[in-house]
């Protein structure tokens, strides 16, 4: 049984950064296509960036050049450094660990950018 539990969230201001972090418990985590995701309010998750087993990085296009996701295969964790917020990255950010047909959800991490 894999847990995903997420840290790093918080209050920041527009232009400032967070790193969030997934610590992984299960076996096999080199293994997995780890994923972040958010969800603003009234809309709907949507990926924010993705990394396979072999460090292949997806990235939405609106995170493009601000966002860098990572993986520590040693420590069992994925990170999501986050630059230049904007008040539109406010969101619940979600890890997100998948090898097809399975996937495991973190229970979130609340992120708000506002002065």
């Known amino acids: 049984q894999v847990q995903l539990v997420e840290s790093g969230g918080g209050l920041v201001q527009p232009g400032g950064s967070l790193r969030l972090s997934c610590a992984f418990s299960?076996?096999?985590?080199?293994?997995?296509?780890m994923g972040w995701y958010r969800q603003a309010p009234g809309k709907q998750r949507e990926l924010v960036a993705s990394?396979?087993?072999?460090?292949?990085?997806n990235y939405a296009d609106p995170v493009k050049g601000r966002f860098t996701i990572s993986r520590d295969n040693a420590k069992n964790t994925v990170y999501l450094q986050m630059n230049s917020l904007k008040p539109e990255d406010t969101g619940v950010y979600y890890c997100?660990?998948?090898?097809?047909?399975?996937?495991?959800w973190g229970q979130g991490t609340q992120v708000t950018v506002s002065s």
């Open positions: 990394i396979t087993s072999g460090g292949t990085t």
């Open positions: 997100n660990a998948r090898i097809t047909p399975t996937t495991y």
């Open positions: 299960g076996s096999l985590f080199r293994v997995y296509t």
